[in-house]
C-alpha cells in the first residue's frame, strides 16, 4: 500500500511511539509483507529467524522489535509490537470505512457495462467497458476490474484476508489494506471468494476462467489464461504462472509458485512449488508418471499379501 504522499520517518515513529534509526527526514512511501515490498516501504518482522532476510528486502525502513546493527541506506523502527504496529500505520492511513451506499457515488463503470439488481460496489471500485455482473455479486473497496469481464452470482471480490496472530488471548487481525485486479476478459463462476491482499494486489490475469465455489487467498497472482475448475481452493501469497489448469477440488497452500502450462489434477494437495509444463497428481502433488507407478503398486498389494 502506497501512502497518498511521502511520510517522514519522525512522523511515523510519533505515530507508533517507537524508537528509530535514521535521519528525522528520512522518506517512506508505503508499507508492504516482505513477499510484495518495494523500495520506499516498510516491512515488520518479529522473530528473529526473519530478521535477514527484512533487513535485506527491497524495503528501505524495517519495522523491528529489536535494536540491530541498521543495514546502509534504510531506516529503523524499533517496537516492542511490529505486528501491532504495522496494522496501525495501515489503518492510520486506510480507516475501515463501513459502506452506505449500494453503489458507491465514486465507483466508476464503463460504457455498456452491465449490473444485476442486488449487486453491491464499494468505494473507489473501476469497472471496464462492456462487463456483465450477475445479481447478488460483491464487490469491495478500490477493485478494479477490466474490460469484457464476467461475474456470476453470489461471488465476492476483496474480503478481507485471512491471517492472524495468535495471542495468549486469542488471535489478532491484520488488518487488509489491499485491493484485486481483474484483467480483461476474465470470467468468475458463481459463489467464488477471492480476497483483497493484505497490502498489496491480489490478481487474475487476462483471459483467465474460473469454475463456481473457488476460493483464492490474498495477495495470490494468478497469470492469464488459466482454466481453475470447482471447489479449488489456492493459498494466499501463491503466484500461478501462465496458462496453468487446475481441476475441480485442488488445494494449494500459501507461498506457492507453479510454472507455466503446468496442469493439476482434481483433488490433488501441492505443498510446495512445481515446474511449468508438467501434469501433477496426488497428494502431496507429484509428478503424473511418478503417481501413476505408485498407484499401480498400490493396486497390487493384495495381490501380494495374497501369496503369503
Not at 478481507?160 to 489491499?178: C, H, I, M, Q, W
Not at 485486479?181 to 468468475?188: A, C, F, L, P, T
Request: net charge negative; glycine share 10%; with cysteine.
Amino acid at each position: 500500500m502506497r501512502f497518498p504522499r511521502p511520510q517522514t520517518l519522525k512522523h511515523i515513529a510519533d505515530l507508533i511511539q517507537a524508537q528509530y534509526m535514521g535521519d528525522d527526514d528520512f522518506p517512506i512511501l508505503g508499507i508492504n509483507e516482505i513477499h510484495r515490498v518495494e523500495k520506499g516501504d516498510i516491512v515488520f518482522v518479529d522473530h528473529p529467524k526473519y530478521y535477514d532476510k527484512a533487513l535485506n528486502s527491497a524495503a528501505t525502513v524495517v519495522l523491528i522489535n529489536k535494536e540491530v546493527a541498521c543495514p546502509v541506506d534504510k531506516a529503523l523502527l524499533i517496537s516492542d509490537d511490529p505486528f501491532r504496529d504495522f496494522v496501525k500505520i495501515g489503518q492510520h492511513f486506510m480507516p475501515f470505512q463501513p459502506t452506505n451506499e449500494v453503489i458507491a457515488s465514486d465507483a466508476l463503470i464503463g460504457e455498456g457495462t452491465h449490473i444485476s439488481p442486488q449487486v453491491v460496489i464499494g468505494k473507489d471500485v473501476h469497472i471496464g467497458k462492456g462487463c456483465y455482473i450477475h445479481p447478488n455479486v460483491t464487490i469491495g473497496d478500490r477493485t478494479v476490474l477490466g474490460d469484457h469481464v464476467i461475474i456470476h452470482s453470489g461471488t465476492v471480490l476483496g474480503g478481507d484476508a485471512f491471517y492472524y496472530k495468535k495471542r495468549e488471548t486469542g488471535f489478532d487481525k491484520l488488518k487488509s489494506v489491499g485491493n484485486v485486479v481483474i484483467e480483461d476478459e476474465v470470467e468468475i463462476g458463481a459463489n467464488c471468494t477471492i480476497d483483497r491482499g493484505v497490502t498489496a494486489t491480489t490478481l487474475i490475469g487476462k483471459g483467465t476462467k474460473m469454475d463456481n465455489q473457488i476460493q483464492i487467498g490474498h495477495d495470490t497472482i494468478v497469470g492469464e489464461q488459466c482454466l481453475i475448475a470447482s471447489q479449488v481452493g489456492i493459498a494466499g501469497c501463491c503466484n500461478i504462472g501462465n496458462e496453468v489448469i487446475i481441476w475441480g477440488q485442488a488445494g494449494i497452500t500459501s507461498n506457492v509458485s507453479i510454472g507455466n502450462k503446468a496442469v493439476i489434477s482434481a483433488k490433488s494437495g501441492v505443498s510446495k512449488s512445481l515446474e511449468g509444463g508438467k501434469l501433477y497428481m496426488g497428494t502431496p502433488a507429484e509428478e503424473g508418471k511418478s503417481a501413476y507407478k505408485k498407484y499401480i503398486l498400490l493396486n497390487r498389494l493384495p495381490e501380494l499379501f495374497n501369496k503369503k
